[in-house]
């Protein structure tokens, strides 16, 4: 059975001048897809842009570094507060409060234990991919 779990996180969109911008951050797992989530960052009601994350890289990011390229996560304290600081595109980073993604992360290791992912159906979940861009 295919499961679609959401919630909303807010994080702060760091501007390399120390300007805080605060973005509210729909995760979207799906099931189907049960590597990734999706995470469309929103302001004024309006999406900027959705990024499908590894899930197990967002885990992993939150004890130590990880990711290259384009994708890059690590451990970070502001203050007692643990973040996990996401940084897209060697440009836009942002922080999440770690427990608030960690709830959500837990609940889709609840519906597929890591290493117990499976693509089913790879030629319709592609086609579908492919379809929504």
């Known amino acids: 059975m295919n499961?679609?779990?959401?919630?909303?996180v807010f994080m702060r969109l760091l501007s390399p001048d120390g300007h805080e911008l605060p973005v509210l951050a729909h995760l979207v797992y799906d099931t189907r897809d049960p590597y990734a989530?999706?995470?469309?960052f929103t302001h004024g009601g309006f999406v900027y842009a959705e990024w499908r994350l590894d899930r197990d890289m967002l885990r992993d990011g939150m004890?130590?570094?990880v990711g290259e390229g384009d994708v890059r996560m690590w451990p970070a304290l502001n203050g007692s507060r643990e973040e996990l600081r996401i940084e897209l595109l060697d440009t836009a980073v942002f922080t999440v409060w770690v427990p608030s993604l960690w709830r959500?992360?837990?609940r889709t290791y609840e519906e597929v234990p890591a290493g117990q992912e499976r693509l089913e159906d790879l030629d319709a979940?592609?086609?579908e991919l492919l379809a929504t861009g």
């Open 37 to 40: 989530v999706t995470v469309g």
């Open 104 to 106: 959500f992360l837990a």
């Open 3 to 8: 499961a679609v779990l959401r919630d909303k």
């Open 63 to 65: 004890a130590q570094p």
């Open 125 to 127: 979940f592609l086609a």
